[in-house]
């Protein structure tokens, strides 16, 4: 009996996920326990591994395409049976997964499509319509492969699909070819005649082209359709967009903002980066800045809570969320991995898991205990030469700070003009939870710490 693997619910909110990379080709050999698939859910990209031992015999979901929780993605051949005979029943039975590849991953260079048949009568200029706008089926050439929203796109401007050319996988039409069908129509409207002669003005009686400009109706300029690239949405850039319009719609953000002059840890970071270069040992000004925000987190506990409705939860832990951003060729996005017990870790602790978290995030993926349970959340944009920006809470945390970079600028110390370091940074805050008040106490404990970096150090 043949081995179904179907996509799995790896995540308690997980619906679809996404096939990043087979780690298998049709015709291996699998054991049970090998990581054949990675998977990318609504959280992060985990590994897919074959529970039995088998071959290969086909794969039924390519890589790069989201289906739902439960869909059959792979068939494995177990011993005694035949490979071939298995993918032969699977292709026949579920088509190709190649067929459903998003529409973005079509070849770059695309045949001009068949130009859309055109009636000239004295009413205005249509497009020939016929039933195969509607229907699927082609004339005589077996089933018509047409996007849904090709399709939709056709009917709405009276396109015959017949006419049309398909530049997707397998000859299949697709938006983009609908859309080059419809400025074909548009154009040879604008150059329509109506089926009546042009007057042709004998050149003796013409009158200038100066004299026209008064008299007549100012010509209209046919402009080319906006030329557009679709990007498919991964799982985790919908989950990005999910969360991040249901924080803003429903926690009252508010902002405070404070500067921080950054001379003191600026010089010590630096004493503290040559001494343990022989160790392979380098803090960041971030490591510095999440052991400020955990120990300044227990002096203020509601800066550790959450809202809950009818009562605010306080957290015994103290778990810092630090935001990672994703490389652009796997999708680009945002994680947040979790920091546990950040305020009971040194400097060099931080540092490692730190550097441990973006590594494995950006090579990997991250798994749902490395992004879970944060308390508190720090987004670093200093590194891209960013002076001070504004971030949104990450749910159900109540405070999120958003850190600028350190810049040595001129400033005003002991009431003389010098050249510091400063560091602006802003806090978005939950007012259900975090007052004003509150807020800036906060940062003037946060102040402190940094100002003093060696508290940091106790």
Known sequence: MSITLTMPRLSDTMEQGTIIRWNVKEGQEVVSGAVVADIETDK?????????????????????IQVPVGTPIAMIAEEGEDPASIASIASSGSGSGSESKNESERPASVAAPSPVRVEATKSPVVASVSSAAAAPEGAGSGR????????????????????VSGSGPGGRIIKRDVLAAVETVAANVAGATDGVLPVQIPTATRVPSQSLVST??????????????????????????????????????????????MDALMDLRKSFNEKLAAEGV??????????????????HPMFNASWAGDRILVHGRVNVGIAISMPEERGGGLVVASIRDANLKSLRMISAESKYLATKARDKGLATEDMSDSTFTISNLGMFGVDDFTAIINPPNSAILACGAAIEQPVVRDHQLAVGWEMSATLSL??????????????GTLKAMIEEPMRLLA
């Open 216 to 261: 007549t109706t100012p010509m209209v300029q046919h402009v080319a359709a906006l030329e557009s690239t679709e990007v498919a949405v991964s799982g985790m850039r919908q989950t990005i967009a999910r969360r991040l319009v249901e924080s803003k719609s429903t926690i009252p953000h508010y902002q405070v903002k404070m500067r921080f002059s």
């Open 282 to 299: 380098k803090l960041s000004v971030n490591d510095f800045i999440v052991r400020a925000c955990a120990l300044s987190m227990g002096e």
């Open 44 to 64: 992060a990209t985990m590994e897919l591994q074959a529970f039995d031992d088998g071959i290969v015999a086909k794969i039924l979901v390519g890589e790069g």
């Open 430 to 443: 939950d007012h259900r939870v975090i007052d004003g008040a509150m807020a800036a106490r906060y940062l």
């Open 144 to 163: 018509m492969k047409v996007s849904p929203v090709a399709r939709r796109i056709a009917e709405e401007h009276a396109i015959d699909l017949r006419s």
